[in-house]
């Protein structure tokens, strides 16, 4: 609605009893106003706001949950980082060693929490971002307790923000249970049932090895389309590190020279049922943005044959789940590791114009090319590994930001423009 007069709603609202005291560094402005707003305080998000503050620039960051880093708090129990201790730190801040060299889920999320606090970054917890919208002199970003203004945003929500389901034909009628792997903890709850895990994604790949050495019954792995593996580490060396020494090599030459070493170390998994990749690894990372799965067990499971490969799903009906290849399985219970979406279309679809995966087409510095000032940190599935890539591109937005003009912004206190919703 137009509006011509004072809005007390479009105020910034005043922050909660329990929020840290305005002579406190971490304290959030009461003024509405900031240098940077980044929305997001998992990974991404803190390692930028550490950037930013390294180079004297302030920022605020806006968490839709309770705590830094909440989104790793709930994960699957046995998942540790894929990548070194040593290579998944953030700016400023190193992985403490104690964490061992593959850090746990639950360890990495008390890290982010100690990261914020290291480096007091201001958080509004609780307050997510509902609206964004370009102004004269920046950001009008809206939010659960009140609009605030800056000169810069960062966006940091990551490619994991919501879970995605297959819309297949039926499933609405199947009396099993269906359940995305973002749910899935541990394999306690499925003992002695068999289970159908759909995708092999790294998610897919684990919990379909947790189940089997967890006491399900039977365990099932849908294979749509066949995926790389690699080891964690050859002969020592983590697979991380080849990644980021090879990374630069033209993809002609390295896709060749990773199916060597993957016959080496994994072996032929056809002979399991698995179908093989349609491309080289680098390829898939590089055009496809498909991590390949880092083996930390389904390759010893299928060896085992407690882990059965099948078809990709191809509809439900009341008691059974049709295959592609014509078969009729009936488990008890699906796994739909089916992966996530950015979901960025709510906050920014009429912004920026999104590609078929939700992402908007970014500068070497993650600032959207078609949206300056709004920059994406995190977006990324890198050879190197993600943290890795995120500390690097945490660097390119703070430099990027820095270089831009410190624009003057005026609080907010009247409104002549239609409210988004």
Partial sequence: MNSSHTDSSRLPQPLPPHAPASEDATAVPAD???????????????????SLAQRGIDSVLFESSHHAGQGWRHHYQRLHLHTARALSGLPGMAIPRESGRWVAAQDFAAYLERYAEHHRCRI??????????????????????????????????????CPHVPAWPGREFYRGELLHSSRYRTAEPFWGRDVLVVGTGNSGAEIAC???????????????????????????????????????????????????????????????????????????????????????????QLKRRRVEVVAAVDSFDAEAVRLADGKRIRPEVVVAATGYRPGLEPL???????????????????????????????????????????????????????AAPDRTLTPTTTSTTKETT
């Fill in 210 to 300: 947790d189940l089997a050495a967890g006491g399900a019954s039977r365990v099932s792995l849908s294979v749509r389309t066949g995926p790389n593996v690699l080891p964690r580490s050859i002969l020592g060396l983590p697979t991380q590190v080849l990644g980021l020494l090879f990374a630069s090599m033209p993809t002609r030459l390295m896709d060749p020279m990773v199916r060597v070493t993957q016959w080496l170390t994994v072996g032929d998994l056809r002979r399991f049922g698995m179908p093989p990749p349609p491309r080289g690894l680098f390829s898939q990372v590089l055009r496809d943005r498909a991590a390949p799965i880092i083996d930390v067990g389904l390759v010893e």
């Fill in 124 to 161: 509004a917890l609780q307050t997510p971002v509902v609206g964004l919208r370009r102004q004269p002199h920046g950001w009008e970003l809206r939010t659960s307790r009140g609009c605030w203004q800056a000169a810069q945003v960062v966006v940091a929500t990551g490619l994991n923000r």
């Fill in 32 to 50: 509405g106003r900031c240098r940077v707003a980044i929305i997001g305080a998992g990974p991404a998000g803190l390692a930028t706001a550490a």
């Fill in 348 to 402: 920014l679809g009429h912004l920026v114009a999104l590609d078929d995966d939700g992402l908007p087409r970014l500068s070497r510095s993650c600032e959207a090319l078609d949206a300056p000032g709004l920059y994406f940190p995190g977006y990324v599935v890198s050879l190197g590994g993600v943290l890795h890539e995120i500390a690097r591109q945490s660097r390119r937005v703070a430099a990027s930001i820095a």
